[in-house]
């Protein structure tokens, strides 16, 4: 099946730092990226939409200031938490899609911000 | 709006037996796709099961098979010959057939497979 991988799995940090977490599609061309946060024992939370070249769609309740998401090429999308504090602490999530097919995810990212 | 629910928040099999996940959706599309995805402890999300709505004939990979009733909008998932390695969260996705591709996930099972 297709190979979505995500980088960093986990990272720790202080607050006010920002962090950028990485998705790469491996092996097709991924028209469109999405960007999930997972609370403990709950489901994924989209937070936005990304498409190629052009700017993410955000969520409503979603900081866009807060929540960079750059999506440069068909196989590479980052999302940038800026000015991180403990709030932001979560596991995130990407997946990668294109035209009919499903969502393949990455294995996420733990975030911890200290 | 479209909806998923999943109202199993968690089922118990014992090893080598059926179990059943039922997961309903309320929309007013035609055409969607519905999928299963399994979350095991690593966190990963994998594909496990997908149903486009124009097919009739229900899905089927392995030991998993779906019901999908389209009238009901009910979209239930079976796991046969359970094995303590479908342990996990399972969540129930519906995405309409055009448009951005999201999904709107369900709220999730918890899977508790006893040996």
């Known amino acids: 099946g297709a190979v979505v991988s995500q980088h960093p799995s986990w990272v720790i940090c202080k607050s006010g730092t920002s962090v950028k977490i990485e998705c790469r599609s491996l092996?097709?061309?991924?028209?469109?990226m999405f960007w999930y946060r997972q609370f403990p024992k709950q489901s994924l939370m989209l937070m936005a939409t990304?498409?190629?070249?052009?700017?993410?769609?955000?969520e409503q309740g979603v900081e866009k200031d807060k929540f960079l998401i750059n999506h440069a090429s068909l196989t590479l999308s980052t999302l940038t938490v800026t000015s991180a504090h403990p709030e932001d602490s979560s596991f995130y999530i990407c997946?990668?899609?294109?035209?009919?097919?499903?969502?393949?995810f990455g294995d996420g990212t733990r975030l911890s911000i200290l | 709006a479209q909806t998923v629910t999943q109202s199993q928040p968690e089922m118990s099999v014992q090893e080598a037996e059926t179990v059943t996940l039922s997961c309903t959706y309320d929309?007013?599309?035609?055409?969607?796709?519905l999928f299963w995805y399994k979350q095991p402890p690593s966190r990963q999300m994998i594909l496990v099961i997908r149903?486009?709505?124009?097919?009739?004939q229900n899905a089927t990979e392995n030991r998993f098979s779906v019901n999908f009733q389209k009238a009901a909008k009910s979209f239930s998932l079976k796991i046969s010959d359970s094995q303590l390695g479908d342990a996990a969260m399972y969540f129930c996705?519906?995405?309409?057939?055009?448009?951005?591709?999201?999904?709107?996930f369900g709220t999730g099972t918890r899977l508790k497979v006893l040996a």
């Open positions: 092996d097709f061309q991924a028209t469109t």
């Open positions: 997946s990668a899609s294109r035209a009919n097919q499903p969502q393949h």
């Open positions: 929309t007013s599309e035609s055409d969607y796709y």
């Open positions: 996705a519906y995405r309409p057939g055009g448009g951005t591709y999201k999904y709107i």
């Open positions: 149903q486009e709505a124009y097919k009739q």
């Open positions: 990304s498409n190629e070249g052009s700017k993410a769609t955000y």
